[in-house]
């Protein structure tokens, strides 16, 4: 099973970065998916999941209106559009994949991709 994260970079902020995490040797639409972040010195953190199915979705509280995930299943793809970048958003974010089911903490989880830099400037 591999998950491969990209789409990171840097950006100033207020600007947007469209992530997206490509999935091999796992039945996508069997599994739940979600993104998470860690900042330096700081713990994992849950940003958004999103159901098989794509038609549930949740994100972390500080994230909401500014972050989309959605996935395409025929693709075996996950997305996360990031608007309005702020420089608190700087982190590596990782995507991970649990089967059946989607949740918000990091244990909950199975298979984890890389992460990706994403640097969000003042």
């Known amino acids: 099973v591999q998950l491969q994260a990209s789409g990171g970079g840097l950006v100033q902020a207020g600007g947007s970065l469209r992530l997206s995490c490509a999935t091999s040797?796992?039945?996508?639409?069997?599994?739940?998916m979600g993104w998470f972040r860690q900042a330096p010195g700081k713990e994992r953190e849950f940003v958004a999941s999103?159901?098989?199915?794509?038609?549930?979705?949740y994100y972390a509280d500080s994230m909401k209106g500014r972050f989309t995930i959605s996935r395409d299943n025929a693709k075996n793809t996950v997305y996360l559009q990031m608007n309005s970048l702020k420089p608190e958003d700087t982190a590596v974010y990782s995507c991970?994949?649990?089967?059946?089911?989607?949740?918000?903490?990091?244990?909950?989880?199975?298979?984890w991709g890389q992460g990706t830099q994403v640097t969000v400037s003042s």
């Open positions: 991970a994949a649990r089967s059946w089911v989607t949740g918000t903490a990091a244990n909950q989880y199975t298979y």
């Open positions: 040797g796992l039945a996508f639409s069997m599994y739940g």
């Open positions: 999103i159901s098989r199915d794509g038609g549930t979705t």
